[in-house]
Antibody, heavy 120, light 107 residues
Framework: QVQLQESGPGLVKPSETLSLTCTVS????????WSWIRQSPGKGLEWIGY???????NYNPSLKSRVTMSEDTSKNQFSLKLSSVTAADTAVYYC??????????????WGQGSPVTVST | DIQMTQSPSSVSASVGDRVTITCRAS??????LAWYQQKPGKAPKVLIY???SLQSGVPSRFSGSGSGTDFTLTISSLQPEDFATYYC?????????FGGGTKVEIK
């Protein structure tokens, strides 16, 4: 079955850019919706956005001005960049597959989560 | 954005109890609701999608119901492995949003 694994720095300085990568195993990333979701004690689970088919993206308006998502099909990976981070961006970041089709819309596969702290 | 409100925020129950968790949407979500279970230090795991469809491999003691703005997740006979936090999530419109969670604790 599909497996997802996040990777990236666990500590980011304020005002810098948070960068995470999700590697997908046992399945192709082609023609699937790949999402990032974060979880912090203060805001619970928050959907950040998705990337589809290498170029189509949909971001949460609350983060849209700072988010960029992309895919690298040659590596079966997708990535998240969140710019100008503050302490409010401290959270566990999950990558997940958004299953989207007739009769179903939900996150069926998740990574284990990547904790990110924003601090000097 | 569609706001998702869960109640209760926590519930204490015993093994074998029937547990019901409620999720209310701020507007009609046409049945596009999923439920997830999350254990400490782990990612959420989908239990139910489209209000009442059981995800493959999920025990039949979990069931979902509802329509419009009001939905429920029922655990018919609570098992030791069911002590966890449960979240609802709407898929009617973007941005996708989650409820605040319901923690099921051991009585």
């Amino acid at each position: 079955q599909v497996q997802l694994q996040e990777s990236g720095p666990g500590l980011v300085k304020p005002s810098e850019t948070l960068s995470l990568t999700c590697t997908v195993s046992d399945g192709s990333i082609n023609n699937q919706y790949w999402s990032w979701i974060r979880q912090s004690p203060g805001k619970g689970l928050e959907w950040i956005g998705y990337v589809y088919d290498s170029g189509t993206t949909n971001y949460n308006p609350s983060l849209k001005s700072r988010v960029t998502m992309s895919e690298d099909t040659s590596k079966n990976q997708f990535s998240l960049k969140l710019s100008s981070v503050t302490a409010a961006d401290t959270a566990v970041y999950y990558c997940a597959r958004y299953r989207r089709g007739t009769g179903w819309y939900y996150f069926d596969y998740w990574g284990q989560g990547s904790p990110v702290t924003v601090s000097t | 954005d569609i706001q998702m409100t869960q109640s209760p925020s926590s519930v204490s129950a015993s093994v074998g109890d029937r547990v019901t968790i409620t999720c209310r949407a701020s507007q009609d979500i046409s049945g596009w609701l999923a439920w997830y279970q999350q254990k400490p230090g782990k990612a959420p795991k989908v239990l139910i999608y489209a209000t009442s469809s059981l995800q493959s491999g999920v025990p039949s003691r979990f069931s979902g119901s509802g329509s419009g703005t009001d939905f429920t997740l029922t655990i018919s006979s609570l098992q030791p492995e069911d002590f966890a936090t449960y979240y609802c999530q709407q898929a009617q419109s973007f941005p996708l949003t989650f409820g605040g969670g319901t923690k099921v604790e051991i009585k």
